[in-house]
Structures are given as C-alpha cells and as structure tokens.
C-alpha cells in the first residue's frame, strides 16, 4: 500500500462520492426507484397469492378447527402450537384452546392447509403479516387468525384445477 | 407334546396350548384385538382367523389348542380375506373420528386396516350412534361408539383387580360396554384398561387432548412411587412429560402398572418448583445464583469439619447414595449420616395390596441400606444425627430428603431439633416447610431428570435412564454432592452415574459383580456369589396399630 492508500482519507472521499452521485441521480429520478415504502405501500401481488392463514368458523361463529394437530404435525417449520381442550356439549368433542402460528417461522408453504381434514385452516386472506417491533407481536392467536374475512380472487386458482370453473 | 406345522414350518408346543401360541413360537404374527396373553381368552373380536386344514371353516388361533399333526395356515388367500371381511364388520358402525381421537397413531385398529384391510368402506347407511364422553369414573372417559367390544378391559379388570364394575350389555349393534348406574370405576389399576384398550374407547383423562402420540419420545425408567420398582417408560416432549406407561418385565410388574405411579410425573412439571438456588437473608429467602449458595454452603462446611452431617433419602439413586455417603464418611470425616425409613413413618399413599402396590413408598430403601452399611454408617443413623443436632453438636446439615418431615414419626421433635442446627442445606424439589427453614435451598432434579439404578425390595436391580433435562437451574444429586465436595474444599466426586456404579460395585458386596449391560432394560440380581444384606422388608400395615406407637418417638 502506499501512502494515498494507508490514510485511507482518499478512500473514504471515493466512497462518499458514489453515495453522493446516488443520493443526486435518486433525487431527480424518484419515479424509477426499486424500494417500496411497506407498509404504507404495497406491491400487488400475483393473482395466485393466497396471503397468511385464516381459521374459518361455523356459522355460529364457532372454530372449525378439532385441535387434531395435523396442520402441526404436517407443518416444516414447526410454528404452528396447539393447546386443545374438551368441547362444548353441543360441539365437537376436542377443540383448541390455544392456536398460535409464529409468523416468523411459516415459510407459507400450505402443507397445513393441505393436512386439515375439517377446512378449518386456509390461507386465503390475501394478506402479508405487517411489520411490529417485536417477535412477541409475529405470533398470532386465534383473535388475528380470525379477524380478517377471505378474499375473492378473481380466478380462484383451486376450481380452476379442478375443472370447475 | 403336540408337533404341528404353522405355514409350513415345524414346530412343538406344549400340551394346552393354542394355535397362536404356536405362531408366536415360530415369530409369526397373527393379528389380534381381543387377545392379550396376560388375559383369558374370550375370542370374540374375531380378528386372529387362521386356516386348518381338513376344518371346512375359518378358526380362531386363540381358541383353538394346538393338536398333534395340525397344518395351519395364517397367510392364506382365504385367511387373508377373512381378515379384510372381520375388519370391515368392526368398522361399519366405528365413529372414525381418529383426527379427534387420542389413540390414533397407536391404535391397533388403525394399524391392522392399514396392514391387513386397506379397502375403502362400502358401508352405505347412517352407522349407529351412541353416547360418547361418557365419564366412567375419576380417571377415565369412555366413547361407546368406537368401543370394538373386545371385552380386554372386563377381563383385566376382573382377573387382576377383583373389580367386576365393567361390563358389557345388550346385543348385536346394540351392544355397549358400561359400568353399574351409580358405581363409577374408581379402582387404582384403572387405566392399565385405557392401555389395553386395541381402539381409542377408553382414554385417560389425565392424558386427553394433551399431546398427540406421535409427537412423544420414550425413556425407559422405573416408578418410585413404592418399593416394587414397576419398569416404566416416560413419554415425553420437549422436555415435559405428558404420560408414564408400564415397560413389560416379567420379573417385576408384568405389563401393569397403579394409577398412582401413572399420575406421579405431574409434580416434575409443576411450575411450583425450587427452580433456583436460595439463601436466608435478614428477611426470609432469596433467590441466588449457584456460586453464592455454594459459598455459603462450603463455609458452614469447612467450619464444621467433621461436626457435618447429613440425611439422605430412599428416594435416591443407588449412585446418588453412594456419592452421599462416600462425601460424608471419606471426603468429610463425618460419621452422622443416615436417612429415614418408611416403616418409621405413617403410611402415605394407597395401602398395600397383594398385587403391585407395596407399603414401603420408597423405592430404593433396600439400596440405600446395603449402600450406607458398606461405609460403615450405622443402621439408625436418622436418628443419631437428630440426637447431635437436639445437644447442639451439629454445625451443618445436609438434607437431600424434601419428604423428611412427612415421613419422621415425632414432627415436633425434628422441626425443634432443626432449628438448633447451625446451617442447613436443602436440596429439594419443591418449597414446603422444611425448606423454608434452610439458610440454604438447592433446586434438586427429580427421578426422569437423571440417570441411576435401584434396588428392590428382593434385590433386584433396575437401571433409569433420564428423560428429561433438569427444570430451571436444578442439579442432578451427584452434581449437586460433587459441588458441596468442591464447595468445602475437597476432591470433587466423580458426575457420571456409570463410574459412580462401577466404584459402588467395588465397594459394596452385596452388589456381586454387576455392571449397567448386564443390568440392562430388565434389571438384574446380583447373583450367588454376592454378599446378601439382611433387610426387614416393612409392612405398615401391621405396624399401623398400637404396636407402631412407641417406635415413633423420635
């Protein structure tokens, strides 16, 4: 190395220059600029894309969902945890007490959709986990895993494959 | 001596016994719901079909005796089809609701479709419905719709626990198993009937909906909750334990196991746990890390020299004991060891029966008094050491027996003694009286959480492997003597059990030459040319009258 190099100050002035230069070019050029500002602003997604997990009710507002743990036991990433306890009188004998999906873990593979014998679980929300500011917030119970409805797409991907669209 | 052929390989059996008996000689497996070999035979469940030449029908292997010439067959077309045919007939009014079901994925229905049926149903008309969730007592829930009416549990019930409150009534698909309105089944062997159960009929209500099966992992140990030591195996996941099942071993529990030992695990879970070490302050205990506890314990040690003592338990490993007493005789120079035995005590727990329940609750108390005479430590050496501690002579006290005051008879005498002592360690599980007077608290892992060995009532010896690491901050008992051995400025104890045994083996004699393979799953005695150790096996039942009253002065 030699001296220009060891005081590394010629460097540094290389590299704030770049910074500089696209600092500038950015400026004038907001138009073509790759980032988003998520969440505010959203890419829209592929007509395909199914979105994060929804736990579907009866039409008594009750949980499909039996506490069978298939979805668990099927699941990659091991983020879905189950606590079941024993049904109403009225209802199915099991029922889940707990049901938390680490959001931070799910790879949105589906195999969990896939496992459930009673439909109880779909990922048909056509939404993306917001950003929070803790791992605490990325763990969804059964409140956020019910709160949003299913959206219609617009050429539901599944009837189509089955022929029935 | 009957000599008959079973699919077309030779084989002789004993006179009275049956076709299934034969397979089962030769390693052939013939599919069964209703057949238990600890069990009379009902044969009812049809399952075991086999084919015999020169019978015009189908037979039952688990009835029919096994006769001198016999060609049996268990593998043909014929066979095969009538074993689709018996499966498809259980099934037609079975609920199939295995996703909610707790025995699916040990279920010996689910498994047999799947090995010998595997054919959709063509089962077109509403399937009969009865009652589920029925509760049939204290420990268990019946669901009458998948019961296969195979009548194992009747039977068990019957043999083993004279307890005649199962039954099954009415007939055809009407035909329900069920208990005597107003008579719940409330026996203390009731839910070796939820194991025997081949369908998920019968489930445990400690177990329900807690964990589904495939998701356990086994550790084969031994109960002790009393002094018959049954072979256990404790499921478990990530690190909890959810259930204990009995390990067969003919030499100890057969494949039974009490209710109580069953339900022992839930105390190991407890939130209530001493999770870390604690130290009297000015005001009452507080919580503190393992490097200040054992300061504090290694001073009162040192200054104590050979006015140490300590109390054991027949709660521990034979390894731990060993360590226990080998720390206080060799490392300390103290002669005042001992611990108490049940037969002291009150009675806790269920009684005794002539079955697998014994009286003395503590498993290891054979062990512990082979171990503690080998160092030459006095047979009542509870009781000396409370003799010290009462004239003021002892200046520190390890306890590693949390039940000590359930179990010493004179309660009053103790706790006064007790607090004549100048510095007391407790190592214990849970926080109860006697540690709320220590000046020091060490968390001390339970049975599943270490490994060990222990000796039975008859000598047999029994090897546990851990199944779970330690809650909080908790030591195992040879982790937590080799820290007190270091704390008062002496040589660490050796930390692994199986070196621990093989200087036991050394050391005591009436250990003959064992090793931990030669002990294996099964257990093993220490054979003939071992010194025996006389041991009064206790019977609180007899002592529970007048006569037990003057030995409990102390």
New interface residues.
Partial sequence: MDFKERIYLWEIVKGLWITLRHLVYNLFHQRSMPTLHYPEEQRPMPARYRGRHRLTQRDDGSLKC?????CA?ACPAKCIYIE???GLPEG???RPQVYNIDMLKCVYCSLCVEAC??DAIRMDTGLMPPPADSREKFIYRIEELTKYPAIKHPNPPFLHRCGKL | MPKLTVDGRPVEVEAGQTVMNAAEKLGIEIPRFCYHSKLPVAGNCRMCLVEVEKMPKLTTSCTTPATEGMVVLTKSPKVKEGQKAVLEYLLINHPL?C??CDKAGECDLQDQYFAFSSTPSRMIDQKVHKP??IELGPTIKLDQERCVLCTRCVRFLEVYAHDHSLGTVNRGDRAILTVFPGRPLDNIYSLNTVDLCPVGALTSKDF???K?V??LKNADSVCTFCSNQCSTVVQHDEGTIYRILPRENEKVNGPWMCDTGRLEYRFINAEERVKCPMVRRDEGQERTTWREAMEAVGAAFKAAGSRAAGLASPRMTNESLFAFAKLFVETLGSKLAGFVKADAGLVEGAPADDFLIKADKNPNTRGAEEIFAAWGVEVDGARSVLEAAEGGKLAALLVMDQALLERVPNRERWLKALAKVKFVAVASLAENELTRLAHVVLPLASWAEEEGTYTRFDGLVQRSWRAVPPRGEAKDALGLLSQVAVAAGKQALPLVAEAVFKALVAKVRCFGSLTYAAIGKQGAKAGSGAATHKVEIVNLAKDKGAGGAEARTW
Avoid at chain 1, 66 to 70: G, I, K, S
């Fill in positions: 039996t506490a069978c743990m298939l036991t079941a306890q024993e199915t004998e099991k014998p009673c | 609701d996703p909610v589920k969730r329900r909906f807690k589904r495939w998701f």
